[in-house]
């Protein structure tokens, strides 16, 4: 029989994001390496990275007005438990890495630009010393984020592919009948 | 993949053979490795012998030392405040807000190129002058230009491999004349733009120099026509060179202390000039002129009247991208421009965080 399937809002949001997120941190990763593709990256890494932003909170919020499915019966406690918080230590991430990347921005004082004149006010004041503890961090948070949807990533292959469970199933692109 | 097809016993499938489970851990692992192999891909792990703008200031440290909390290159300067006048001429070739009629409040900085903070002014040192113009909404135009006609590089890979023949040998104080033959051989441009900079004879003051943005933009204008662009602020002051009184002056500041004096009898100026290039015209080899008759508009005037020593918050924190731009001045494809974006950028990171010495130039130097 076919796992329950987490409500096709959170389906949505859960794909769409993995995909940003995942492009985000190769941008991350290969423009701070390139000096012919710099440019070009940055201006695309800022407006994405605003965007994650905004939709992280609509996905939190969307989270808790959803009903979720229940965990499949091959998830002991311990395993729910560890699934539980990583799913919010990964939302934490989600909210508070472009937070620091505009944080960053603001106090190295650089403008904010978003797509041609559009561009967002500073959150913090200038100041250098906040600026390189903040940049720091981006990079710090930044392999968390990495390491994190590769364990993600990791358990559900090892769910899917050895336990045979239909874990991925619950949160597939595509609708699965329940019966 | 979901099928209705899974046999009875619910929830359980059949069970995996040991190799098979094998196989399929193998997988998931290759699966991973393949995703950490990627990222370290992109993050130039495989290719330790490319340019990266780490390794490009990387290069800057290995010339010139580390000196705690200063530009990696341009480190000795100071600060300066003004206005531009935009006298609306601009216009026509941009929709930036700074070439409408009107003021706009300027940010700068007045430089030396190279890694030492403390270097002794000489003639012959780049003069650089960096400027940030803070648009009425909010945007920003940030420029870096030098007091040298054309750029000796045209592309990053020949300013780092410069940079790296042009060390002075630990015991004859100078470059190896090796060294330096092989990156004159292997870069052709550099020879024939020396000879262009060496024609140019150098001012006897930063008030009296004119300075250059040498990479090609792209002004578009309200109507979206895109035309390249070079710009140059063109000192106020009369042409001057420098005299011998002053190339025998004991004191090591004595351009920035001229410079000091200067602003502080009078508001020192230059005019914004915009060169427009046409068709055929090299937009992404900063090595190469354009023709004297190119068309020259006059954008307006740039007023400094304010001299500061670098404190916290000024200039000194000011990263001199020149690719922050104002809607209406787009980059060209000259590859220096993204290079300069980036190695900045690496610059400002690791130098903010370090802490701060004293600038050559103190702020009791700058008082009147």
Redesign the interface.
């Given at each position: 029989?076919?796992p329950q399937q987490f409500p096709a809002s959170m389906r949505f949001f859960h794909w769409l994001m993995a995909a940003m997120v995942l492009t985000m941190?190769?941008i991350g990763?290969?423009?701070?390496?390139?000096?012919?593709?710099?440019?070009?990256l940055?201006s695309i890494h800022r407006p994405v990275g605003i965007l994650i932003l905004v939709l992280v909170v609509i996905r939190f919020v969307n989270r808790r007005l959803s009903t979720l499915p229940p965990f499949?019966?091959?998830m002991s406690s311990q395993e729910r438990f560890i699934a539980h918080v990583s799913e919010m230590l990964l939302y934490t991430l989600l909210f508070v890495q472009p937070l620091v990347g505009w944080g960053m921005l603001s106090a190295?004082?650089?403008?904010i630009v978003m797509y041609?004149?559009l561009?967002l006010?500073p959150i913090l004041p200038?100041?250098?010393?906040l600026?390189?503890?903040l940049?720091?961090a981006h990079t710090v948070l930044a392999y968390f984020l990495?390491l994190a949807f590769?364990a993600h990533?990791?358990a559900v292959?090892?769910h899917t592919?050895?336990l045979?469970?239909?874990l991925l199933?619950r949160m597939?692109p595509y609708r699965?009948?329940t019966r | 993949m979901p099928s209705d097809a899974t046999p009875s016993t619910e929830n359980q499938p059949a069970r995996l053979s040991v190799p098979s489970i094998l196989a399929r851990l193998a997988g998931i692992g290759v699966v991973i490795l393949c995703l950490v192999g990627g990222f370290l891909y992109l993050g130039g792990w495989f290719t330790p012998h490319e340019l990266t703008p780490a390794r490009f200031v990387n290069g800057f440290e290995k010339v010139y030392g580390i000196h705690s909390g200063f530009r990696r290159n341009h480190a000795k300067g100071v600060c300066v405040r003004g206005f531009f006048d935009s006298n609306g001429q601009g216009a026509r070739l941009s929709k930036a807000v700074v070439f409408r009629t009107g003021r706009v409040p300027v940010i700068g900085r007045f430089s030396f190129g190279g890694g030492n903070p403390y270097v002794g002014d000489t003639p012959d040192a780049i003069r650089g002058l960096g400027l940030m113009s803070r648009l009425r909404d909010g945007e920003e135009w940030r420029t870096a230009m030098i007091n040298r006609p054309v750029f000796p590089f045209n592309t990053p890979q020949a300013f780092y491999d410069n940079l790296i023949a042009s060390q002075p040998e630990p015991n004859t104080h100078k470059p190896d004349p090796a060294k330096m033959a092989a990156f004159v051989a292997s870069y052709p441009e550099f020879a024939r733009a020396a000879k262009i900079i060496q024609s140019h004879e150098v001012s006897s003051g930063f008030d009296n120099s004119t300075f250059n943005g040498l990479n090609a933009f792209r002004f578009v204008n309200a109507a979206s026509v895109s035309t390249p662009v070079r710009w140059s602020m063109v000192a106020v002051n009369a042409f001057k060179p420098e005299d011998k009184p002053q190339s025998t002056n004991p004191d090591k500041n004595y351009l920035f202390n001229d410079f000091i004096a200067r602003i502080h009898s009078a508001p020192l100026q230059w005019r914004l000039i915009l060169t427009v290039g046409q068709p055929g015209d090299p937009t992404d080899d900063a090595t190469i002129p354009w023709p004297e008759d190119r068309e020259h508009v006059n954008a307006g005037t740039l007023t400094l009247d304010e001299v500061e020593a670098e404190t916290p918050g000024n200039c000194r924190d000011i990263n001199f991208d020149p690719l922050v731009l104002p809607v209406g001045i787009a980059p060209s494809d000259d590859p220096l421009l993204s290079a300069r974006s980036a190695v900045y950028s690496q610059s400002f990171t690791r130098r903010a965080g370090e802490k701060k010495e004293a600038s050559a130039i103190t702020p009791s130097d700058v008082q009147k």
């Open positions: 029989m076919d941190l190769g990763v290969a423009m701070v390496a390139s000096l012919a593709d710099y440019h070009q940055v499949p019966a091959t190295a004082r650089y403008p041609g004149p561009h006010f200038h100041s250098v010393m600026y390189a503890a940049r720091k990495f590769i990533f990791g292959l090892f592919l050895i045979r469970d239909r199933t597939a699965a009948i | -």
